[in-house]
T-cell receptor
Framework: NAGVTQTPKFRILKIGQSMTLQCTQDMNHNYMYWYRQDPGMGLKLIYYSVGAGITDKGEVPNGYNVSRSTTEDFPLRLELAAPSQTSVYFC?????????????FGSGTQLSVL | DAKTTQPTSMDCAEGRAANLPCNHSTISGNEYVYWYRQIHSQGPQYIIHGLKNNETNEMASLIITEDRKSSTLILPHATLRDTAVYYCIVRPYQAGTALIFGKGTTLSVSS
């Protein structure tokens, strides 16, 4: 298993540009998450999904959109990039097994908006 | 709302035990305590979790007080590679809930 795979690893955007951060997992996990981490700070939850076709907002959803058309994929869309979205983005997943889930993380996407 | 309180930073000498405290005074009966760590800029890594009983695995031990209002993560013999940010998270077993991370404790292990 490759686990949780994120692409790209690095990206520089200009203000107002759009892009999609890709996340895929091959562990048949039903739960998937997007977090962002600003320099020196903890992780903030952007969006999450409990299964294909179901998504929900986290703590900081403004400026982002997600979709979950398949179990494996959970892309994060930035429509109008702003400097405040400069951050490291982590995708994660786990299987709902009854309260003792272990979260698996991808290696992150470092995004700079200039 | 992370629902947990952790010290901002701690130091530990290499080879000694590192005891990381976490306060979760508002924990509910169906909520688990999870610990993760993040080494430098990598994605967080699962360490251990528990509900009521103390737990031990190959990485660490988790001690939960009887009233469940606090817990301690113990790294029995800290090494330089254990230098990381450690996150204590409380999560209910409830469909549709998400893991919320707080600010964590930065553990610095020195020789």
């Amino acid at each position: 298993n490759a686990g949780v795979t994120q692409t790209p690893k690095f990206r520089i955007l200009k203000i107002g540009q759009s892009m999609t951060l890709q996340c895929t997992q091959d562990m048949n996990h039903n739960y998937m998450y997007w977090y962002r981490q600003d320099p020196g700070m903890g992780l903030k939850l952007i969006y999450y999904s409990v299964g294909a076709g179901i998504t929900d907002k986290g703590e900081v959803p403004n400026g982002y959109n997600v979709s979950r058309s398949t179990t494996e994929d959970f892309p994060l869309r930035l429509e109008l990039a702003a400097p405040s979205q400069t951050s490291v983005y982590f995708c994660a997943s786990h299987k709902q097994t009854g309260g003792d889930e272990k979260l698996f993380f991808g290696s992150g996407t470092q995004l700079s908006v200039l | 709302d992370a629902k947990t309180t952790q010290p901002t930073s701690m130091d530990c000498a290499e080879g000694r035990a590192a005891n990381l405290p976490c306060n979760h005074s508002t924990i509910s009966g169906n909520e688990y305590v999870y610990w993760y760590r993040q080494i430098h800029s990598q994605g967080p890594q699962y360490i251990i979790h528990g509900l009521k009983n103390n737990e031990t695995n190959e990485m660490a031990s988790l001690i939960i007080t009887e009233d469940r209002k606090s817990s301690t993560l113990i790294l029995p013999h800290a090494t330089l590679r254990d230098t990381a940010v450690y996150y204590c998270i409380v999560r209910p077993y409830q469909a549709g809930t998400a893991l919320i991370f707080g600010k964590g404790t930065t553990l610095s292990v020195s020789s």
